[in-house]
């Protein structure tokens, strides 16, 4: 499986991947997962909201057992954040299916679509709108650094956008949802284990900051008179690193756009992402704070107009626990692990289906903890290991 998905939207110049929601990339991402489900002899449908599933029994019996992740990346992202959990998936049922078992539950392996928000700058819109997290008036508004619509993505490659929205009857069918996904992380790789449990995600988000000051030629204008957005952007990244140190949070500003992006023009918007997390929302909202207030500061000593909106949020998610005890339960008498439980500050499609339905997690080792980069790596051993994890849990869940 690895050798046929490697080479889709993969980089010559980078080695990263670029796989996009709605490009030619994502649709061969999607041929692949129906191509791996087809030869399992699985049904094959995508719902409304351009999730695929792959069903072994009938997903209208309800309390199905599901697993998966998803398959598109961030910018030169690595080969596996997502896909890990969708071969993993597809190998899972491999292992149960020699071991002969029998399915008491129905199972489901689910591709979500535009997990990463690469394209349209919000993270996780399939689940999103599958749990009503995304209303279709905000989904149609969000655009691409080429100014073009989801809605007219999604009809480019062939959906239908006037159909997406929250799909209640479908979360009603399933019982739970397990997530397998490389550690974003050295936990594990300290702890010395191969596989370990999720609790938790921190509470995150997104927003955007708009600087807005005056265009003006870089040789001829004198610094005094020089409204440059440049600057205070810079003062406010510094001042992110600043007050996610003094919390113990992280913050990033890791996007940016300028107009009119010129060498040899004093810029009139600078236009720049944040990302911040942290443990909880009360230092999260501390952080935020500390940051649109230096921003505002800066900005207004060099004449500049500021702008701030909040593009998305994601309140803390606990997993459910008694899954998690299940979980812990099942790898402890099949395999005899001692599984450990760790939290994570990266978001996930459990993440957000987590306030409807039962999920969990599984983290598989990832040696140097690199992420979202062509670094990334996860050692076969510990994939393997993941595997047999994940087919014990689900046989656990589905079988017995």
């Known amino acids: 499986m690895w050798t046929s998905l490697r080479p889709i939207g993969r980089s010559d110049a980078t080695g990263g991947y670029r796989r996009y929601a709605w490009t030619g990339a994502d649709a061969d991402c999607r041929l692949w997962f129906r191509m791996q489900a087809e030869a399992r002899r699985l049904d094959v449908e995508t719902d409304r909201n351009g999730n695929q599933w792959a069903w072994l029994g009938d997903p209208t019996a309800g309390d199905a057992v599901v697993t998966g992740s998803h398959l598109d990346s961030v910018p030169d992202g690595g080969a596996f954040d997502g896909p890990l959990g969708v071969v993993s998936a597809f190998a899972a049922l491999d292992e149960l299916r020699a071991r002969g078992v029998s399915f008491r539950r129905p199972l489901a392996i689910v591709n979500f679509g535009d997990e990463e928000g690469a394209r349209f700058g919000l993270a996780c819109v399939g689940s999103r709108l599958t749990a009503g997290q995304l209303t279709k008036e905000k989904a149609f508004e969000l655009r691409d650094a080429d100014g073009i619509s989801l809605p007219q993505a999604m009809a480019a490659a062939g959906y239908d956008p006037e159909a997406i929205g929250p799909d209640p009857e479908r979360l009603a069918r399933i019982g739970a949802f397990v997530e397998l996904h490389v550690e974003q992380g050295r936990a594990l790789d300290l702890s010395g284990d191969a596989v370990g449990l999720a609790s938790a995600i ?159 997690m599984l983290f598989v080792r990832n040696p140097t903890g690199v992420s979202h980069s062509p670094a990334e790596f996860a050692a076969e051993d510990d994939c393997v290991a993941g595997v047999r994890a994940l087919a014990d849990v689900l046989e656990g869940l589905a079988c017995r």
Do not use: C
């Open 202 to 360: 921190w509470p995150h988000g997104r927003w955007r900051y708009d600087f807005r000051g005056e265009a003006n030629h870089a040789g001829t204008t004198r610094v005094a008179d020089r409204r440059d957005p440049m600057l205070p952007y810079a003062e406010t990244v510094l001042a992110a690193r600043r007050e996610a140190e003094l919390a113990g949070a992280v913050a990033t500003f890791g996007k940016i756009a300028v107009e009119p992006n010129g060498v040899n023009a004093i810029p009139s918007l600078v236009r720049g992402w944040l990302d911040a997390r942290a443990a909880d929302e009360a230092t999260l909202t501390e952080v935020i704070g500390g940051i649109r207030q230096a921003a505002t500061e800066h900005a207004e000593r060099h004449g500049v107009e500021l702008g701030v909106t909040r593009e998305s949020f994601t309140p803390v998610v606990e997993f459910e626990h008694a899954l998690r005890d299940e979980m812990s339960r099942i790898l402890g008498e099949t395999a005899g692990l001692k599984v450990p439980v760790l939290g994570t500050g990266a978001g996930h499609d459990a993440g957000i289906l987590s306030g409807s339905i039962p999920t969990a």
